[in-house]
């Protein structure tokens, strides 16, 4: 099985996520500003709306997980389309709370599916010399979707209305099915023997404990804390116009989107890179290692007071972090499950931990937020406390990966 067929089944499989995710990343922007369009009658309703997709997958990844086990990856991918398409199709079409409600937790189920299925194929695909840099062209290419629901979704929100661009994306997702049938027929069953059970997974092993506790916490802090709280801290600290130069100001909300939007911009190059270095010499605790302590060193200057471009500067630091920890984590849990011959039950409870992670995070956030700088110090320490593992695990894994790529490269 060469390399060349293992990459372009990735890649497809990334953008049939990435055009799933068009719509939720466009939400992100459009549903604050257009939820009377929705039916909602107030932001704290479109907030729920923003965050249930997340606390749903938390019980329904198992489900999910047997489905993709169960099934073809081109079956799996097939329903996960359509209900994405099925969903779009009620956001253009319904109104009200619970209506809607309803839908995002069917998304939800949608993207356990997509992304359950891509992590599989990279575990399945690949090996010890090229597992980080699958898994980094996997990230980097499925969120071109989020880069492109963000700005096409939020102009097209603009001129159209909200309703109508999902009613354009669901469109995109049929141009996706085609993208099904290109993946290599022989490969459409990353799963495990009918015999194993998803619930058992030997958490006696450290490898997968301290997967799930770095899958929980990095989620926790960059997608859950951090995403949630960059437009708080920058209306709080620059007000609802922030200068860019003497006679130009800008909107918060539209400087925060920006900002959070650079990461698409450079995920699809960066991710793939770090990946590849990874799989090097150096290895992937190192980059982890100064990732991580970056972030702890960061995190409590979120709300200091300090020149605009300074403190924007900070944000795009944290978020170059947040690419390379979110891709090297993946893969240190792709190394975990390829040694082990539970690969779908593991996936599946690391998706768990983030997913709890990321729904922890704003809600503790905006319960403590206005605490001041104390909050952010108890993020910083996290990072920290991950960082110190990752050093303590460098020695005890890394020379076993090197040996075992060395050897796969001599037969």
Known sequence: ???????????????????????????????????????L????????????????RIPLNPFAALLVKTLKLQHALLLAILLTFLTNIGFFSLNGFLCWFILRCIWGFAWALLRLSGQLLVVQLSSESNKGKFMGIYNGTYRLGSLAGMI????????????????????????????????????????EEKSEKIEKVDFSKRTIRLSLLRGLIA???????????????????????????DGL????????????GLRWTWEPFLAPFIGHVSDGKLGRHPLLFIALLMTGCLFPLINCQLPFFIWASIIVLLLICSTIITTLTDVLVSDAASAMKQKTAIITKYSMAADLGAALG???AYLVIEKGTTFLYFCSCLSLFLAWISKKEYRKSEGNRVYKRKEEQTA
């Open 1 to 39: 099985m060469t390399k060349k067929p293992n990459r372009s089944n990735i890649i497809f499989t990334a953008l049939i996520t990435g055009i799933c995710l068009l719509t939720d990343s466009m939400f992100y922007i459009a549903l604050p500003l257009y939820f009377k369009e929705a039916g």
């Open 41 to 56: 009658s107030s932001l704290i309703e479109a907030g729920v709306l923003l965050s249930v997709n997340r606390f749903i």
């Open 152 to 191: 096409f979704g939020g102009l097209l929100c603009y001129q159209i209305g909200m309703k109508l661009t999902c009613l354009v994306f669901a469109a995109a997702c049929l141009l996706s099915v085609p993208l099904v049938f290109l993946l290599t027929p022989a490969l459409l069953r990353p799963r």
């Open 219 to 245: 989620a926790f802090l960059l997608q859950g804390v951090f995403a949630s709280t960059v437009s708080y801290y920058l209306t709080r600290q620059y007000g609802m116009h922030v200068p860019i130069t």
């Open 249 to 260: 100001m800008i909107a918060s909300g539209a400087a925060s989107g920006l900002l959070l």
């Open 362 to 364: 704003p809600l503790s």
